[in-house]
């Protein structure tokens, strides 16, 4: 499949750099990198920017390599696919540090636009808004395919999560599809719908967007919110497994926090562990014309959770009590909207997955939110779950009771 993509040669610069690294006589000298050294040969740490830096908890960084920093990138693929993942051992796995999930995006949609350019990108009806920008930055012509299914908002359904989406015509609509034709898929949480494919809806997409040769695109945003974090990976090793050519973005600003730091990464799954490198050239290449290199302490910091046992644990552990929380307000929201109007049923609050619901809301409801209670949700009726608290969960439980009773 990536026969036809050309061999990255190196950067100039960044070449010199690792030669030089790697040359092993004592008396080198590096002259080549524009970076200050100090008299002794060291890079400098101004005391003023100490200072400020001590104030703010954080440390001054050398340049990362255009691909990001190894450990991360090493355990990245191992959380995203499985630590003993056959296609990771066999290096057939591009993996690339980001600046943050829309650096993954952008940098995966601009690899497949260079090299395949007559692709189209297809995204669920609807989605992130971004989505659409990023790859329409890149070239791409974006178009949707039917996903949420607004009927069902307030119907019963005997199955979790297994509701509120045009499957049918999801896969019919997939099924028209010409060969290397991109499809963005939500592994877990869909934002903005809060509405995810079950196990079976999955194996069924999939089975097409082999049977179809399409390209998987997966951006997980949310991996640990929607249940487990094996679980939420589910469609993105079973892409793996099938051997799709499955390009995975994913983020670290909601699970670990790492908003500013922009942190995240794009995984490229290749044939061949050749085809692997000739992707990840290309991709520093990219990375050195648009930013050079992705900042270091974000990369570092997760590394630093994900690499160690204890810390990584911890870290699983206390985005499940996030989850948990996430849970409780929506069962909270319920409870107060169905005591106050029994008659209707708002159990789609409690289904929907991860940080967001797709409420239902009117724009004229969202606005009366808006200017009368001063409850803030976006024109769509998307709503963050996250935003609730003990303290407001009440207030907004009512307002909503109120607008909907309209
Ligand atoms: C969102 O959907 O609100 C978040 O992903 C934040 C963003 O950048 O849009």
Same mark, same amino acid.
């Not at 100039?12 to 006589?25: A, C, G, H, N």
């Not at 991360?72 to 296609?87: S, T, V, W």
């Not at 206390?318 to 409870?335: G, H, N, P, S, T």
């Not at 200017?371 to 935003?387: H, S």
């Given at each position: 499949?990536?026969?036809?993509?050309?061999?990255?040669?190196?950067?100039?610069?960044?070449?010199?750099?690792?030669?030089?690294? #790697?040359?092993?006589?004592?008396?080198?000298?590096?002259?080549?990198?524009?970076?200050?050294?100090?008299?002794?040969?060291?890079?400098?740490?101004?005391?003023?920017?100490?200072?400020?830096?001590?104030?703010?908890?954080?440390?001054? #960084?050398?340049?990362?390599?255009?691909?990001?920093?190894?450990?991360?990138?090493?355990?990245?693929?191992?959380?995203?696919?499985?630590?003993?993942?056959?296609?990771?051992?066999?290096?057939?796995?591009?993996?690339? #540090?980001?600046?943050?999930?829309?650096?993954?995006?952008?940098?995966?949609?601009?690899?497949?636009?260079?090299?395949?350019?007559? &692709?189209?990108?297809?995204?669920?009806?609807?989605?992130?808004?971004?989505?659409?920008?990023?790859?329409?930055?890149?070239?791409?012509?974006?178009?949707?395919?039917?996903?949420?299914? &607004?009927?069902?908002?307030?119907?019963?359904?005997?199955?979790?999560?297994?509701?509120?989406?045009?499957?049918?015509?999801?896969?019919?609509? /997939?099924?028209?599809?010409?060969?290397?034709?991109?499809?963005?898929?939500?592994?877990?949480?869909?934002?903005?719908?809060?509405?995810?494919?079950?196990?079976?809806?999955?194996?069924?997409?999939?089975?097409?967007?082999?049977?179809?040769?399409?390209?998987?695109?997966?951006?997980?945003?949310?991996?640990?919110?929607?249940?487990?974090?094996?679980?939420?990976?589910? &469609?993105?090793?079973?892409?793996?497994?099938?051997? /799709?050519?499955?390009?995975?973005?994913?983020?670290?600003?909601?699970?670990?926090?790492?908003?500013?730091? $922009?942190?995240?990464?794009?995984?490229?799954?290749?044939?061949?562990?050749?085809?692997?490198?000739?992707?990840?050239?290309?991709?520093?290449?990219?990375? $050195?014309?648009?930013?050079?290199?992705?900042?270091?302490?974000?990369? /570092?910091?997760?590394?630093?959770? /994900?690499?160690?046992?204890?810390?990584?644990?911890?870290?699983?552990?206390?985005?499940?009590?996030?989850?948990?929380?996430?849970?409780?307000?929506?069962?909270?929201?319920?409870?107060?909207?169905?005591?106050?109007?029994?008659?209707?049923?708002?159990?789609?609050?409690?289904?929907?997955?991860?940080?967001?619901?797709?409420?239902?809301?009117?724009?004229?409801?969202?606005?009366?939110?808006?200017?009368?209670?001063?409850?803030?949700?976006?024109?769509?009726?998307?709503?963050?779950? &996250?935003?609730?608290?003990?303290?407001?969960?009440?207030?907004?439980?009512?307002?909503?009771?109120?607008?909907?009773?309209?």
């Amino acid at each position: 499949m990536y026969q036809h993509v050309e061999a990255y040669a190196g950067d100039p610069i960044l070449s010199l750099v690792e030669t030089f690294k #790697q040359d092993p006589r004592p008396n080198k000298i590096n002259l080549s990198i524009g970076i200050y050294f100090d008299n002794e040969g060291k890079m400098p740490l101004p005391e003023s920017v100490r200072v400020a830096s001590e104030r703010l908890g954080i440390k001054t #960084q050398a340049y990362l390599p255009m691909e990001g920093h190894a450990g991360f990138r090493e355990q990245l693929g191992q959380l995203m696919l499985g630590a003993d993942n056959p296609a990771l051992q066999a290096k057939r796995v591009a993996v690339v #540090q980001t600046l943050g999930g829309s650096g993954a995006l952008r940098l995966g949609a601009d690899f497949i636009h260079r090299w395949f350019p007559n &692709a189209k990108l297809h995204v669920s009806d609807p989605t992130w808004d971004n989505h659409r920008g990023i790859f329409m930055g890149a070239g791409f012509t974006v178009q949707t395919y039917p996903y949420y299914d &607004a009927a069902t908002i307030g119907v019963k359904f005997d199955e979790m999560c297994a509701y509120g989406v045009k499957f049918d015509e999801m896969c019919a609509y /997939l099924q028209g599809l010409p060969e290397n034709d991109v499809v963005l898929l939500h592994p877990c949480c869909h934002n903005p719908t809060g509405v995810d494919l079950s196990v079976e809806q999955w194996d069924t997409v999939l089975k097409i967007v082999a049977e179809r040769k399409l390209i998987p695109f997966m951006d997980i945003a949310y991996m640990g919110f929607g249940d487990t974090f094996d679980s939420d990976a589910y &469609a993105i090793r079973r892409a793996v497994d099938l051997n /799709l050519p499955v390009f995975a973005s994913c983020s670290f600003s909601k699970n670990m926090s790492l908003y500013g730091q $922009r942190t995240g990464g794009l995984l490229v799954l290749a044939p061949t562990a050749d085809e692997a490198e000739l992707i990840l050239g290309q991709m520093k290449l990219t990375v $050195r014309r648009m930013y050079s290199s992705p900042p270091a302490q974000g990369g /570092l910091t997760a590394y630093n959770v /994900l690499s160690d046992a204890d810390l990584s644990a911890q870290w699983q552990n206390e985005v499940y009590e996030m989850r948990d929380r996430i849970r409780a307000m929506r069962q909270k929201l319920y409870d107060v909207l169905s005591a106050r109007q029994p008659e209707k049923d708002y159990s789609y609050f409690i289904r929907q997955r991860g940080m967001f619901s797709y409420t239902g809301l009117s724009v004229a409801q969202v606005h009366r939110l808006r200017d009368e209670f001063a409850i803030y949700v976006l024109d769509t009726g998307r709503l963050c779950i &996250a935003g609730l608290n003990d303290s407001n969960i009440d207030t907004v439980a009512n307002a909503l009771a109120t607008v909907f009773a309209e």
